[in-house]
């Protein structure tokens, strides 16, 4: 009788649990029996192993092989465990040695030849392979999403026979290289672009600095998913943790992380048919959806009155908590989730109500049933809502205005406007707790007065008040981040919650 033992990477929500594979071999008649995984993976797996081993010119066991994968409750799908129990196997029969498997862990899918495919979750399992202190190999494919994490001896290989002949001594494998530490460069659509629509470039300089949410209304055509599509460019980029917990996220859900551009924000826009599991995420096997795939980053939805109420609903919690946790089968997953929602929507049906080149076709009730689709409760949690009106023509055609700054220009102000609220607080405005709203955000006796009488005649609930406290903090760091908040930056900010 002989027993092998490899270390393995289970992927469940972005954490990554340690798998024993244990291989037994023993007398009998010659079979293959894998313990702990889904009946369908284990006869899929079983295969791919038995002729990956032939391939590479090994011997396959003929005697009774018992492969268990412990513990038994994880979720242990797809192909990831190839590699672990094709070296068990080889482990347990005497045809690699054993030395080298104590302290290293494996992740990889074999292909019948005995190449190794790219698997998926390979970030997460390396930031917890790090906390322990051991070594990892990976297939190639995933080398470029490997270089990403520091301090942790990562080995990549193309196929089973090179990892044996690694094991072995015979020869070495490679380290993942090549990645843009920087990475953070920004490439994507600037805001030069824009023409006009000064208010809504405040709104989203206001957004940048904060972090508040931002609703973008007005009719077809004026710029409002322009705008959008530059929220990320004028924040700032992502820390190294930051972009790993994004990278963690895009890992699980099999993308492969650009790394070129790993410390850029992520931007999302799903349609608005997406359906519930595609944007907060789920499935047999809990996937992300849109909503922590935005990790970081910034979630836009556009023509928001057409995504489903229901969809619009299971936003709610994540809006607040930061995170999201998708059940399945008394399982459940947790996936992070803190993103910069930016919406968009016409301000009716046909799009041209309030348009000055436009006639609006409909009735008062339409756009009321419109606008109304939106909860309230979700509205309630977007503190910048702007319009975007038809620009007169001349405008669109001017070369470029005196107003039409590039994004490197208006980032390098968001920087140090958000300087302010990360010195007070360590976090941007939006995200401040009560005790420090107020501390950060005191108002003297006179302008308390004002701001009340204001939110009574805007008819703004007590959820608004503190809501205004904070965008109106934002733009007094704009301002130069004057201790006290005064008038102006007061009813600056009730003017974006006018909708
Ligand atoms: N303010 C603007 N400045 C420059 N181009 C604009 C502007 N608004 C609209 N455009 C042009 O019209 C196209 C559609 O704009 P878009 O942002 O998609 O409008 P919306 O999302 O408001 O319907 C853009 O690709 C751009 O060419
Ligand atoms: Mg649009």
């Known amino acids: 009788m002989s027993l092998a033992v490899t270390l393995s990477r289970a992927q469940e929500g972005i954490a990554a649990p340690q798998v024993m594979v244990e291989v037994h071999l023993s007398g009998g008649l010659p079979a293959t029996n894998i313990v702990g995984l889904p009946e369908a993976a284990v006869r899929e797996a ?6 990956a081993i032939q391939n590479t010119a090994f011997e396959y ?3 009774k092989v018992t492969v268990n994968l412990a513990p038994a409750e994880l ?3 797809g192909g990831r465990f190839d590699l672990p129990i094709a070296l068990g196997i080889l482990a347990a029969s005497g045809q690699v040695p054993r030395e080298k498997l104590d302290d290293c862990e494996f992740l990889g899918e074999l292909a019948l030849s005995g190449s190794l495919r790219s698997v998926s979750g390979v970030l997460p399992a390396l930031l917890r392979a790090r906390a322990r202190g051991r070594k990892v190999v990976v297939p190639r494919a995933n080398a470029a999403e490997a270089a990403l994490v520091s301090e942790v001896e990562v080995r990549v290989a193309d196929s089973l026979a090179e990892v044996c002949g690694w094991l072995r001594g015979a020869q070495d494998l490679a380290t993942p290289t090549g990645v843009d ?9 600037d805001l030069r672009d824009v023409r006009g629509q000064l208010q809504a470039r405040r709104a989203l300089e206001i957004a940048a600095v904060g972090g508040h949410h931002l609703l973008l209304v007005g009719p077809p055509g004026t710029g409002k998913t322009m705008l959008a599509e530059r929220l990320p460019g004028i924040l700032p980029p992502l820390s190294e943790s930051e972009a790993l917990e994004t990278c963690a996220v895009l890992s699980v859900a099999g993308q492969p992380t650009d790394p070129a551009r790993w410390r850029r924000r992520p931007f999302r826009a799903p349609h608005h048919t997406a359906s519930a599991v595609a944007l907060v995420g789920g499935g047999s096997l809990p996937r992300p959806g849109e909503i922590s795939l935005a990790h970081n980053g910034v979630l836009f939805l556009d023509e928001l009155p057409e995504f489903s109420r229901h969809v619009l609903e299971v936003l709610r919690e994540p809006l607040e908590s930061g995170h999201i946790v998708v059940s399945r089968a008394a399982r459940q997953s947790t996936f992070p989730a803190q993103f910069q929602l930016v919406a968009a929507m016409n301000p009716c049906p046909c799009g041209h109500a309030g348009d000055t080149r436009r006639r609006c076709q409909c009735t008062p009730e339409q756009i009321q049933r419109y606008r109304s689709r939106i909860s309230g409760p979700l509205l309630d949690r977007i503190d910048l809502a702007v319009e975007v009106p038809s620009l007169p023509l001349r405008e669109m055609d001017a070369s470029r205005g005196p107003h039409d700054e590039d994004s490197a220009t208006v980032r390098a102000r968001v920087l140090g406007a958000r300087r302010h609220a990360l010195m007070r607080a360590g976090r941007p405005n939006a995200e401040i707790n009560h005790r420090e709203l107020e501390r ?5 006796q006179a302008e308390r007065r004002w701001y009340e009488q204001a939110l009574e005649k805007l008819g703004l ?3 608004a008040y503190h809501r205004v406290l904070r965008v109106a903090r934002t ?3 704009i301002d130069g981040g004057a201790g006290v908040l005064e008038r102006e930056h007061l009813a600056e900010a009730l003017q974006y919650r006018r909708f």
């Not at 079983?46 to 002729?51: A, E, G, T």
């Not at 530490?181 to 659509?189: K, L």
């Open 181 to 189: 530490t920087e990475g953070g460069i920004y490439d994507g659509p």
């Open 61 to 63: 066991p003929g005697r």
């Open 461 to 463: 609930s007590a959820r």
């Open 475 to 477: 733009i007094a760091d």
């Open 75 to 77: 979720p242990k799908d």
């Open 440 to 444: 950060d955000c005191a108002l003297g």
């Open 46 to 51: 079983r295969d791919r192993v038995r002729v």
